[in-house]
């Protein structure tokens, strides 16, 4: 079946230090890859998405590249700051209508000063 | 611009006491509409998905129940809460269609005593 399996947390970096965090999925078809980012307290938010192998999605700073042959969706920062400071959960689509995405556990990121 | 709204924030109820919190979206029509649970430090568990008016599915077993009385509206509820119920609850839609992006609300604390 489908499923998204992320690296284990926390990861605790400190301020400009580079980050990485692993995502691969396994999954019938071509789905659409997500990461969400979740701030302390709140909802989930949308922080990039792709919808086609070798697409790149990206925002504040953040990185990921869909890369078919490795089944990976590498989520990556140059230079984290404290306020970078979450839960990040990768995902995605089944692809059948009215269906949830599919999450992983998510990776929770501590930043120091 | 769509948007999403969870209320209450925060409830605490005691054991056994009946549940209800409701979920609306703005700005969209006929979404596909979901409800999970976030236990502490831990990940999301679907619970629910709507794909129209009255149409439910149920992922788990367990004592929650949930309505779709108007296109935009989704309600979690129970009878009778049980501690294990304690949680963050978080409502999300998506457009129809396979490949969509999925929104997320703010979230429902609730803590059962």
């Known amino acids: 079946g489908n499923s998204v399996t992320q690296m284990e947390g926390p990861v605790t970096l400190s301020e400009e230090a580079f980050l990485t965090i692993n995502c691969t999925y396994t999954?019938?078809?071509?789905?659409?890859l997500f990461w969400y980012v979740q701030y302390p307290g709140e909802g989930l938010q949308l922080l990039l998405k792709?919808?086609?192998?070798?697409d790149k999605g990206s925002n504040k700073g953040f990185e990921a590249t869909y890369r078919k042959e490795t089944t990976s969706f590498h989520l990556e920062k140059g230079s984290v700051q404290v306020s970078d400071s979450a839960v990040y959960f990768c995902?995605?689509?089944?692809?059948?209508?009215?269906?949830?995405?599919?999450f992983g556990k998510g990776t929770t990121l501590s930043v120091s000063s | 611009s769509q948007t999403i709204h969870q209320w209450p924030a925060t409830l605490v109820q005691p054991v056994g006491s009946p549940l209800s919190l409701e979920c609306t979206v703005e700005g969209t029509s006929n979404p596909n509409l979901y409800w999970y649970r976030q236990a502490a430090g831990r990940g999301l568990q679907l619970l629910f998905y709507s794909v129209g008016i009255g149409q439910i599915s149920s992922e788990v077993p367990q004592n929650l129940s949930a309505s779709r009385p108007q296109d935009r509206q989704f309600i979690l509820s129970s009878k009778k809460l049980l501690l294990s119920d304690s949680g963050f609850y978080l409502c999300?839609?998506?457009?129809?269609?396979?490949?969509?992006?999925?929104?997320f609300g703010p979230g429902t604390r609730l803590l059962v005593l």
């Open positions: 999300a839609w998506r457009p129809p269609g396979g490949r969509e992006t999925q929104y």
């Open positions: 792709a919808t086609k192998a070798d």
């Open positions: 999954a019938t078809g071509y789905p659409s």
């Open positions: 995902a995605l689509t089944k692809g059948q209508a009215g269906t949830a995405l599919i």
